[in-house]
């Protein structure tokens, strides 16, 4: 399927495009933006294959996965003066990215048999876990447990396809529903500032 | 063995809760409180499982490990006005879960031939790892590396298992014996306030 | 190959030796410098067998790798106020481990079929994730993507023996020349306080 394969560099990209732009910010040197471009665009996939004890995991089976975040993290560093300039057309990108890495995840533990839950799980840890520790690595309690529709639109999409999974639904269609709702979702959630309740 | 596996239940929901509730003083989303509480208590698990090469691991073979630490996190996050009240009960059902933790940890290790020493580990990697993921995500040095006899208690277990272990013990009486002493131990610790030495 | 395994239990040692320091520094009690000193000596090499798939990871086959971390953790806490006296001395054998583990890393994973840039990857990660998680867990951002040639040295390193490797030139003169190649970057790097350009 190569639509899913387009877009899932697509998001790698972005991704590691965020990941670096971290780096910047915190005043680290040339490797830790390299690191941290890296590990943005490739963590959760990463985690999901130790999971499911797919090893070695994607990123080392297609090293695609590792020269594309590193060469997008070295132009980040080079040219981080127009960053500022992109932040806001990469959101749409980086959408893009966890629509589709959400629909990759959760559609591998289906074939792996997970159940339903630990399925929604990894879909939305193939999306998330990358930023997680981006976060953790700057020293940063992690800013998906903290704002924005970014996560839920990620359960939210990999409860969708779970669902259509079970009503079977083609492999194909399922895909292209899922991952227009998480991306549709998230930048609606850009759109309107949208975000969870928290406990007062 | 139907008494482990309650008492393993019994822990996995306080620590979910202890979870949930290090969520809500963060002042995260109803997503950060979700996700603190699963990972404090599977995470032990999880990594001791990922570190054996038994994947996927106990938590995505038996789905009640994922919801029912869900589901406890849910109940803090609407309830959490009422937690304060139930804080220090909390603490004994938690000293539960440690005990039983490293008693399924250890005696896993044992049966997948691990030496003594990584037994232990493994065994107080289970009890203790899901806490640390949580204290790293809430941006804290982790608790058990500055206070109590809390990991403590876990290395006592799991070397009173594995010394009964190599006296053929039958698995039954250690798993009893090593359970009540970890939780006795820690009840104790709580009770008279007793900490490990610091460097001075 | 008896001398790689000798370096190899120094560099473990040098490492843990650092590991338990930080602890000592951020006031950890017994168990925290433990945990830290083990975990900065075997982080690097755990997480590179996690990704290989190869499990149980090399710490719970030999437990060498754990007796020895664990005994000079124990002798850092103790002797903790001689420790500023080796502080310099002990960055030679810091060195020393460095290569080591970058030479063993990097050639498990061709071994493994590994690509050349997850070769690279593997190798670097086996020199610098212990030092990555010690700083994780004393909540400090990693000092690595910070500061001076230290990964830098490990990719060279790196690079040098998946070239080699491909050139043929035998094994144990590749792993000869490229140990000594980081050692003496690394050692050059402290003496000269060479760093890398930071995004300005």
């Given at each position: 399927m190569n639509l899913l394969?387009?877009?899932?560099?697509?998001?790698?990209?972005?991704f590691a495009a965020s990941g670096a732009w971290a780096g910047v910010r915190h005043n680290m040197d040339l490797f830790g933006v390299l690191v941290l471009g890296?590990?943005?665009?490739?963590?959760?996939?990463?985690?999901?294959d130790l999971l499911l004890g797919d090893l070695p995991p994607f990123c080392l089976q297609n090293e695609i996965y590792l020269w594309l975040p590193l060469a997008i993290s070295l132009l980040v560093f080079l040219a981080h003066r127009f960053f500022p300039k992109i932040e806001n057309p990469l959101?749409?990108?980086?959408?893009?990215?966890?629509?589709?890495?959400?629909?990759?995840?959760?559609?591998?533990?289906?074939?792996?048999?997970?159940?339903?839950?630990?399925?929604?799980?990894?879909?939305?840890?193939?999306?998330?876990?990358?930023?997680?520790?981006?976060d953790v690595l700057s020293n940063e309690i992690p800013l998906i447990?903290?704002?924005?529709?970014?996560?839920?639109?990620c359960i939210f999409g990999g409860t969708l396809m779970v669902l259509l999974h079970a009503l079977a639904v083609p492999?194909?269609?399922?895909?292209?529903?899922?991952?227009?709702?998480?991306?549709?979702?998230?930048l609606l959630a850009i759109r309107y500032n949208w975000s969870l309740p928290k406990a007062e």
């Open positions: 394969y387009f877009l899932d560099l697509i998001g790698t990209a972005a890296l590990v943005t665009a490739i963590g959760g996939g990463t985690l999901r959101l749409y990108f980086d959408a893009i990215g966890l629509g589709t890495f959400v629909v990759i995840g959760t559609g591998k533990a289906l074939s792996f048999s997970i159940g339903p839950v630990g399925a929604v799980l990894l879909g939305a840890m193939t999306g998330t876990a990358g930023g997680v520790i981006r447990m903290r704002r924005e529709i970014y996560a839920s639109a492999n194909q269609l399922n895909f292209l529903l899922t991952a227009i709702s998480v991306i549709t979702l998230r």
